[in-house]
């Protein structure tokens, strides 16, 4: 089992910045990737962000060169930078795991954190 618990989200005037942290427990091994998600009401949840454990990174078309993704491997910790933040990034955002098991993998998310960007 594995838990992940979100952090840094809140209210933020458009062209600025946020920074989500990610931290995760329990079960903690073969964590990969990690990332961000997104969903805003009314909306399919959305991959925001991931990145592998050797550093590859993955980023939606409408977040590249705006938003960046990192992570501590030995704190097993994932951040989401956020700069240049849009109306459009208002949603809530969550933390995403990809744990391989003997079995074949297993998806842990976390309870989200609210980013809400206003005009």
């Known amino acids: 089992q594995v838990q992940l618990v979100e952090s840094g989200g809140g209210l933020v005037q458009a062209g600025g910045s946020l920074r989500l942290s990610c931290v995760a427990s329990?079960?903690?091994?073969?964590?990969?990737?990690m990332g961000w998600y997104r969903q805003a009401p009314g909306k399919q949840r959305e991959l925001v962000a991931d990145?592998?454990?050797?550093?590859?990174?993955k980023y939606a078309d409408s977040v590249k060169g705006r938003f960046t993704i990192s992570r501590d491997n030995a704190k097993k910790m994932v951040y989401l930078q956020m700069n240049s933040l849009k109306f459009e990034d208002t949603a809530v955002y969550y933390c995403h795991a990809l744990k391989k098991t003997l079995g074949g993998f297993d998806n842990y998310w976390g309870q989200g954190t609210q980013v809400t960007v206003s005009s």
């Open positions: 990145i592998t454990t050797a550093g590859s990174t």
């Open positions: 329990g079960s903690i091994f073969s964590l990969n990737p």
